[in-house]
């Protein structure tokens, strides 16, 4: 008994570490897709390509160990759906590292939860509330703070990672259902599988595959580190709740800030810092709202 009871207690730390993890991950790959992109030239097509690529290389051993048990699934319409919208994100979003500067990026795709609590009223028909509704509305008010769409400096590119985050929003609801009756490894090697070959097709339509040099050891780097980072994401989402893990997410705008002003020397200007904050505390308050909701649902049953 006392067994179970240290497991069961230990799930929420597993799963805050895993969170955390994650977004370490992706801030590095995010810094070696802008390097690759931004300062070294390669099509944003091509580096998303290579990186999903060389992610399902760096998998396939651990494919091949598990055998026909990894591809096992009931859900194999839910892997299609989830591939095609990561697929539109991905490339929204490496287009835009390939244009705007990492931490205004970063900052606005953390607008995707809001996204996402439109897209579970939209499409799942559930109920979103007032407290929901007026995080939504402040997250995109602390987006358009740092977009500063009225400024002469104001760059239409800045739009991608907003559209990137509306489409990682579908895919984070995709994934919460498989997570539901999917193994971690499965649902990121269904998608690893799925990518590649529709990542190809739009690399070589947009004038070939060919990346070499530092380039190409950038995105070997962050093939590793994009298949840590999605067992990471969805390990977390397995042992813990989403409103748990959600404020451990957030450590990523500073990780990533941090890691765009170690390697190019990019720091934010003065309107990122009221939007950010804004973005964050909205965050927040769907977090507190959604452990409201799961304290009220278990006092009821």
Not at 28 to 39: C, E, F, I, K, Y
Not at 47 to 57: I, K, P, R
Not at 74 to 95: M, N, P
Not at 196 to 219: I, M, Q
Request: proline share 4%.
């Amino acid at each position: 008994m006392d067994t179970r009871l240290s497991s069961l207690q230990a799930q929420p730390f597993l799963a805050a570490l895993a969170m955390v993890g994650a977004g370490a991950s992706f801030a590095l790959v995010n810094g070696a897709l802008q390097a690759s992109t931004m300062r070294l030239g390669v099509p944003s097509t091509s580096a998303a390509f290579w990186q999903y690529a060389l992610g399902l290389g760096f998998a396939l051993p651990w494919v091949l160990r598990r055998g026909r048990t990894a591809l096992k699934t009931q859900q194999l319409g839910l892997h299609l759906l989830r591939a095609f919208l990561a697929v539109i994100g991905i490339q929204l979003w490496v287009a835009g590292l390939a244009r705007v500067e990492i931490w205004q990026a970063i900052a606005l795709v953390m607008t995707s939860p809001f996204f996402v609590i439109l897209g579970a009223r939209i499409f799942l028909g559930e109920q979103v509330g007032w407290v929901r509704w007026f995080a939504t509305i402040a997250g995109f008010s602390g987006g358009m703070v740092i977009l500063e769409p009225w400024s002469q400096a104001f760059n239409w590119s800045a739009l991608l990672p907003v559209a990137a985050a509306a489409f990682w929003a579908g895919t984070s609801l995709v994934t919460k259902k498989l997570t539901q009756r999917e193994a971690a490894d499965s649902i990121t090697l269904y998608l690893l599988l799925l990518l590649t070959p529709v990542n190809a097709a739009l690399a070589f339509a947009d004038g070939g595959l060919v990346v070499s040099g530092p380039a190409l050891f950038l995105l070997v780097g962050a093939g590793l580190l994009t298949v840590l980072a999605n067992y990471l994401l969805t390990l977390a989402y397995q042992k813990a709740d989403a409103a748990f893990v959600q404020p451990f997410d957030h450590l990523k705008l500073p990780l990533n800030i941090a890691v765009g002003f170690i390697a190019f020397g990019f720091a934010p200007t003065g309107a990122f810092w009221p939007g950010a904050l804004v973005i964050v505390g909205a965050s927040l308050l769907v977090m507190l709202d959604e452990q409201r909701r799961g304290n009220a649902a278990a006092k009821t049953a």
